[in-house]
């Protein structure tokens, strides 16, 4: 069993930065690949960014690549991303999930098996 809790989301002004957090409760997290997705209302959730077991593999959706970098720290149960040059159109509830395949390649919900309660990122311009 694992278990997720976002921190880090806040309010800024277009062009600010933001760090969110993503701790994990489980010793099996470190073998699990992790997603990072948001939504906005009315809109399905999707995968903006993810990190598979070790660290060494990373994907981006295109709107954040090159502003947003995902890592993780197994050592401490952590997955981070620090999210860049922020934009109103960035606005949205972000949820770390885990997969336990471990790979990236799950770009939909329904193939990761674990998630955290999301966190509320606003951007004003």
């Known amino acids: 069993q694992v278990q997720l809790v976002e921190s880090g989301g806040g309010s800024v002004q277009a062009g600010g930065s933001l760090r969110l957090s993503c701790a994990a409760s489980g010793r099996a997290f470190t073998s699990y690949a992790v997603g990072w997705f948001r939504q906005v209302p009315g809109k399905e959730r999707s995968l903006i960014a993810a990190i598979n077991w070790s660290g060494g593999i990373t994907y981006y959706e295109d709107s954040v690549k090159g502003r947003f970098t995902i890592s993780r720290d197994n050592a401490k149960n952590m997955v981070h991303l620090q999210m860049e040059a922020l934009k109103p159109d960035d606005t949205a509830v972000y949820y770390c999930?885990?997969?336990?395949?471990?790979?990236?390649?799950?770009?939909?919900?329904?193939?990761?098996?674990?998630w955290g309660q999301g966190t509320q990122v606003t951007v004003s311009s």
């Open positions: 999930a885990a997969d336990r395949r471990g790979q990236v390649g799950a770009y939909l919900t329904g193939e990761y098996n674990y």
